[in-house]
């Protein structure tokens, strides 16, 4: 993938944000609406995908294996599909741009079909873990060859497995979940993965509705392979992920009221919203109904005073990208903000832990940075000092993260690298734009 140029921005405060927004469709639901689609037998349609640069990757990878994938003038995408199984050797390699998400799910559909693939990523995607799918998927019988340290470039050789497996995963990763469930559905018999702790289950309420049969039994989760997918009309709700920005930003700077409409509330990715509840953030869930099998809410964010939270390791899975932004939350807290079993965020788009040690330090926070967490010391409310320079690291989280503290700081923060946020929220900075001008009017 070639390198976009830096987009170097500064972000100061501009006053309180108000009004009403939107955010991007869930990029987890999006990228499974696509694939699912594209292993239906005839078209789907889907309203409300991600417009990001990661479920872009998906797409095209899904279209070089066979799907058809179009976007209407109403914004909706259709994609036809010829069922499970019937996935066509792609011709050039799949790039996967920055996104772990589509590069771990598709080695696990390309694992139990008979074709070859080759997985290529951007910079930051080649530094992260592979081996927690290509090791479960050799054991399906898949050829897999990583570069070193298990690596990309991987190349995928899948083949139709002849039984079904029973998996016991090491990390509690939705990624690894979602692989070895792909990989049973063009697997004869019934395919069992057990988590160690509970992750987000979009995978497995999409493949439900669907038409695939798949239970949860405690912490395994069983699907039948060998599937028949019916196309279906998807609904894809607002990224609770990325109203965590905006929510934050109405928590931290005086005056605000923000409403972001029609956000996923499923409870595996709420976390933030509960641990910014316990520490005193203004938060309602308003007019809560179900789109397409997933809960999905109006949330209503006014600033508030804020309190730093001891945050359990329990609590890590269903908060797991929101933990940039919830330290700049704590930032702003009164007291202190510990959180541990955190060692996953080293191994996201850049080691989380790190960069944000870094940059808060620099920005005026006092922080600790553990081996498994971080702590953190709030200003009480107070704008922070300011200034600095931060990297984004080819990291969409942290640089948004840090614009947001920017917003109620005494000095602008210059972050040197904005484009990473097309990933996930191209329209990041507009709608910030758009709340802090009704503020305004
Ligand atoms: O399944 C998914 O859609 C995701 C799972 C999480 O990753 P892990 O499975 O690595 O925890 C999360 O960090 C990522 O943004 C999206
Ligand atoms: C970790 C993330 O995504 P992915 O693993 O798909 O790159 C993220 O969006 O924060």
Redesign the pocket.
């Known amino acids: 993938m070639t390198a976009s140029a830096a987009l170097r921005r500064t972000f100061a405060p501009r006053g309180s944000l108000r009004g009403t927004v939107r955010v991007p469709g869930d990029?987890?639901i999006s990228?499974r609406a696509i694939m699912f689609s594209a292993l239906a037998v005839g078209e789907s349609r889907i309203e409300g995908l991600s417009d990001g640069g990661d479920v872009a990757s998906t797409a095209a990878a899904m279209r070089a294996m066979g799907a058809r994938i179009e976007r209407g003038p109403d914004g909706a995408w259709t994609v036809s599909g010829a069922g499970v199984g019937s996935l066509l050797q792609p011709e050039a390699a799949l790039d996967m741009g920055n996104s772990?998400?589509s590069t771990r799910l598709l080695m696990g559909l390309v694992a139990s079909h008979p074709i070859r693939a080759t997985f290529v990523g951007d910079a930051s995607l080649s530094r992260r873990p592979m081996n927690r799918v290509a090791v479960p998927l050799r054991r399906i019988g898949a050829r897999i060859e990583t570069s070193e340290g298990g690596r990309l470039p991987a190349i995928v050789e899948g083949i139709v497995p002849a039984l079904p497996q029973s998996h016991r995963m090491e990390v509690?990763?939705?990624?690894?979940k979602?692989a070895l469930l792909l990989a049973g559905l063009n697997t004869p018999g019934v395919t069992e993965v057990i988590e160690p702790a509970p992750?987000?289950d979009?995978s497995e309420r999409m493949l439900s509705l669907f038409g695939a049969e798949i239970e949860r039994d405690g912490p395994a989760i069983r699907i039948r392979g060998e599937a028949e997918l019916r196309p279906q009309h998807v609904i894809v709700p607002g990224d609770p992920?990325a109203a965590a920005f905006l929510a934050v930003a109405a928590s931290i700077v005086p005056g605000s009221d923000v409403t972001i409409a029609d956000v996923g509330i499923n409870p595996r990715r709420t976390g933030l919203y509960d641990a910014l509840k316990a520490m005193g953030a203004d938060i309602a869930f308003e007019n809560p109904r179900e789109l397409s099998g997933e809960p999905v809410a109006d949330l209503r964010v006014r600033h508030a005073a804020l309190r730093g939270v001891d945050l359990p390791p329990e609590a890590a899975a269903d908060m797991?990208?929101e933990f940039p932004i919830l330290f700049v939350a704590a930032a702003f807290a009164e007291g202190t903000t510990r959180t541990t079993g955190l060692a996953?965020l080293r191994v996201?788009e850049s080691d989380r832990l790190a960069a944000m040690a870094e940059g808060l330090a620099a920005i005026g926070v006092r922080v600790e940075e553990g081996e498994d967490g971080l702590v953190v010391h709030g200003s009480g409310g107070e704008p922070l000092s300011g200034g600095g320079e931060i990297s984004a690291r080819l990291d969409h989280r942290i640089a948004m993260s840090f614009a947001i503290a920017g917003l109620h700081a005494r000095k602008a923060i210059a972050i040197d690298d904005m484009s990473p946020v097309e990933t996930s929220f191209p329209a990041f900075e507009a709608t910030l734009d758009s709340l802090l001008e009704k503020a305004a009017a």
Do not use: F, L, P
């Open positions: 990029k987890s990228h772990g998400t509690a990763s939705a990624q690894v979602s992750t987000r979009h992920s797991i990208d996953e996201k």
